[in-house]
Antibody, heavy 119, light 106 residues
């Protein structure tokens, strides 16, 4: 059974970098694409990006976030990561990591990690 | 960027009713369309991908149809556990989600 679990600080100061990690079990991290989606409190879903474990695949970011976002994969630990720099209060959200299916839809999701940006 | 518009924003229905939710894309996404269900306080769950293929374990009362720019999600007989927010997502060019349709009990 595929399981994903986000981890990282729940509170980040404005202008600093938000960092989250997603640990994958039940699926080979080298066989699929992996992505991040966020959801501000009381609002809808916003795609952040997706990537493959190697340069042979696509890495794609939401154009509205592209200048501040970096995603990476650590195959030795079966985990992937998200960094968002220069955060503001508008980056406060529940951040979900997810596995992509046979195309660019999300078939398995983590439980979500609430990240609050506040001083 | 492809904009996804869902209608209506909120739908009040009674258990047992048939319900149809709409999703419109600002340009053709062919059949690169998924639907998700999100219950209050829970993680989104994939219902449909490829516009009409049910994901693993999704009951047959959920069906998706459409192609190009117009899509629908139909729930044939609404159960109590189906009251939730439903999102569509295009994946033809990047990824965009609709703003969601909330199904509430009438």
């Amino acid at each position: 059974q595929v399981q994903l679990q986000e981890s990282g600080p729940g509170l980040v100061k404005p202008s600093e970098t938000l960092s989250l990690t997603c640990i994958v079990s039940g699926a080979s991290i080298t066989s699929y694409y992996w992505g991040w989606i966020r959801q501000p409190p009381g609002k809808g879903l916003e795609w952040i990006g997706y990537m493959y474990h190697s340069a042979s695949g696509n890495t794609k970011y939401n154009p509205s976030l592209k200048s501040r976002v970096t995603m990476s994969v650590d195959t030795s630990k079966s985990q992937f990561s998200l960094k968002v720099n220069s955060v503001t209060a508008a980056d406060t959200a529940v951040y979900y990591c997810a596995k992509l299916g046979t195309n660019y839809y999300f078939d398995y999701w983590g439980q979500g990690a609430l990240v609050t940006v506040s001083s | 960027e492809i904009a996804m518009t869902q209608s209506p924003a909120t739908l009040s229905v009674s258990p047992g009713e048939r319900v149809t939710l709409s999703c419109r894309a600002s340009q053709s996404v062919i059949s690169n369309l998924a639907w998700y269900q999100q219950k209050s306080g829970q993680t989104p769950r994939l219902l449909i991908y490829g516009a009409s293929t049910r994901a693993t374990g999704i009951p047959a009362r959920f069906s998706g149809s459409g192609s190009g720019t117009e899509f629908t999600l139909t729930i044939s007989s609404l159960q109590s556990e189906d009251f939730a927010i439903y999102y569509c997502q295009q994946y033809k060019t990047g990824v965009n989600f609709g703003q969601g349709t909330r199904l509430e009990i009438k």
